[in-house]
């Protein structure tokens, strides 16, 4: 087993997560209110699960570090590995709740469908990815829950529910017989990839919102740069160019009500900081010294 030092960055991400479902809405997709109704339930649960996989595998990557550094090893162990187990029946549970969206889409798409033909062809694409995903998460499900106990052998080397972790940080897990649990960041980073592609072909077709990839990655680049930011903030203030810095203010206060707008907001801490600097320009705006008008002397009367 080798250890995996890459910092845990699902950890850090999952509390600043916007809903993605709550940006979609109930979109009009039948005239039958009860049908779009049960398609929003079924993205909210789609998305409850996606997150419960990103929450899981947080979990095992959280573990396996703490048992590198040897810290109630035994204990850590048998919580590694029911954070595995869970880990797969989140995965199902998230393939099983897809197959009710699609058998409902499927019936929205039938002749005659008012549905777009375009919409039609970017579903088509993204629901074949999403199963060829979730296929992938099948076989461990049905050996963990119809267990045989019965051991792997590979050579002359005998075990049951051994674990190896590759240099990558993926993890192997020996389920029983030749079934064996993959725990991978490939599988859940083109999860959340796919989900977000999956809303915003929903979105192109029945909003007039922007795209969620878009906005994400604005998001995204102000909380990687955000301090980077703030020192060029602070730099334009200590050249004395108050208007540039003001300025920069402007923009970044625009682009955060934007995204909270649009239902993807900043993280709580980048928020603060953009609070604190947009205090800060008022300050400095407030207490900017005027310049002195010329007094005009009134022309005399002839």
């Known amino acids: ?71 109630e090893v035994s204990n850590l162990i048998t919580q590694l590995r029911l954070d595995e187990y869970y880990y797969v029946l989140t995965w199902d549970k998230l393939r099983r709740v897809f197959e009710i969206l699609k058998k409902e889409m499927n019936g929205l798409l039938k002749p005659p469908s008012r549905l777009p033909d375009g919409f039609k062809d970017d579903y088509a694409q993204i629901k074949k990815r999403l199963d060829r995903l979730f296929n992938e998460h099948t076989k461990p499900r049905n050996k963990y829950e119809h267990p045989t106990l019965n051991i792997s052998q590979v050579g002359n080397l005998q075990g049951f529910g051994n674990s190896i972790t590759d240099k990558n940080g993926n993890i192997t ?49 102000i909380e990687r740069n955000i301090d980077e930011i703030i020192n060029e903030y602070n ?56 310049k002195p008008h010329k007094n005009k002397t009134p022309s005399s009367t002839k």
Request: proline share 3%; net charge negative.
């Open 173 to 221: 897990v020996h389920v029983g017989d030749e079934v064996f649990a993959n725990v991978k960041k490939e599988h859940v980073g083109r999860l959340y990839s796919l989900w977000v592609e999956f809303i915003d072909v929903f979105i192109k077709h029945f909003t007039e919102k922007p795209s969620t990839a878009k906005l994400l990655s604005i998001k995204n680049d």
């Open 235 to 290: 730099q334009l203030l200590k050249k004395g160019e108050i208007e540039e810095a003001q300025n920069l203010t402007i923009r970044l206060s625009k682009i955060e009500i934007h995204l909270l707008t649009e239902g993807c907001p900043l993280n709580k801490d980048v928020g603060e900081k953009i609070y604190f600097i947009l205090f800060q320009a008022s300050e400095t705006h407030s207490n900017k010294p005027t």
């Open 1 to 71: 087993m080798t250890s995996n030092k890459e910092p845990n960055e699902y950890l850090s991400k999952l509390e600043s997560l916007p809903s993605l479902t709550g940006r979609l809405g109930i979109i009009n997709l039948s005239t039958d209110l009860l049908i779009n109704d049960h398609v929003y339930i079924c993205f909210s649960e789609l998305e409850k699960y996606i997150y419960g996989v990103l929450s899981q595998y947080s979990r095992i990557m959280e573990n396996e570090q703490k048992i590198f550094s040897k810290i």
